[in-house]
């Protein structure tokens, strides 16, 4: 199976910064790689798809990039909404996989 | 409005068997692939298994495969997972997701039903 290492684990910044989260994957993936937002009690909504592709409805400051084994997904001018937990997952081949998620809190 | 309604979850002793449901609406459900996904408390997200539109293809994690069954029924808009040999580490909620046409991965997802496997 692919294992997905994702990272940090929690991250804590401020209205209106940058922050950047990773997602190693074990071997290629080929791009085939989406990010999701959960916040709590609520089900993941997708943000991201083949890793730069935002979903319809999800604003523009969200962006993927990366290739091969590493990926990222930046959040430009953090906003109060954006609080949650984000994970990668692989859809490369099965079973998919997720990455453990990251836990982004804002001061 | 895509809705997807998951049921069926509760209490169950361990080495028992339920069934889940997800009964779907807003989207010509036999048109798309769809997903069971589980998240046990206070943990990430893991996938469990996939059916396509047709049922041609299924595919299953190795923590359910063997136990486990993702079945739909087209007619009803109803997707099912039928869980045999239920162990505590099955306990979680578990979510039922459309497969998205654009994206090939989760784009609408139910709310989730929840298991606990507990004697």
């Known amino acids: 199976d692919i294992q997905m290492t994702q990272s940090p684990a929690s991250l804590s910044a401020s209205l209106g910064e940058t922050v950047s989260i990773e997602c190693l994957a074990s071997?290629?993936?080929?791009?085939?790689l989406a990010w999701y937002q959960q916040k709590p009690g609520k089900s993941p909504q997708l943000l991201i798809y083949?890793?730069?592709n935002l979903q319809d409805g999800v604003p523009s400051r969200f962006s993927g990039s990366g290739s091969g084994t590493q990926y990222s997904l930046k959040i430009n001018s953090l906003e109060s909404e954006d609080a949650a937990t984000y994970f990668c997952?692989?859809?490369?081949?099965?079973?998919?996989?997720f990455g453990g998620g990251t836990k982004l809190e804002l001061k | 409005e895509v809705q997807l309604v998951e049921s069926g979850g509760g209490l169950v002793q361990p080495g028992r068997s339920l069934k889940l449901s997800c009964v779907v609406s807003?989207?010509?459900?036999?048109?798309?692939?769809m997903y069971w996904i589980r998240q046990a408390p206070g943990k990430g997200l893991e996938w469990v298994a996939y059916?396509?539109?047709?049922?041609?293809?299924?595919y299953y994690a190795e923590t359910v495969k063997g136990r486990f069954t993702i079945s739909r029924d087209n007619a009803k808009n109803t997707l099912y997972l039928q869980m045999t040999s239920l162990r505590s580490e099955d306990t979680a909620l578990y979510y039922c997701?459309?497969?998205?046409?654009?994206?090939?991965?989760?784009?609408?997802w139910g709310q989730g039903a929840s298991v606990t496997v507990s004697s």
């Open positions: 997701a459309r497969q998205g046409d654009g994206s090939g991965v989760m784009d609408a």
């Open positions: 807003g989207f010509n459900f036999s048109y798309y692939g």
């Open positions: 059916i396509s539109s047709g049922c041609s293809y299924i």
């Open positions: 071997e290629d993936i080929y791009n085939n």
């Open positions: 083949y890793a730069s």
């Open positions: 997952l692989q859809d490369s081949e099965y079973p998919w996989t």
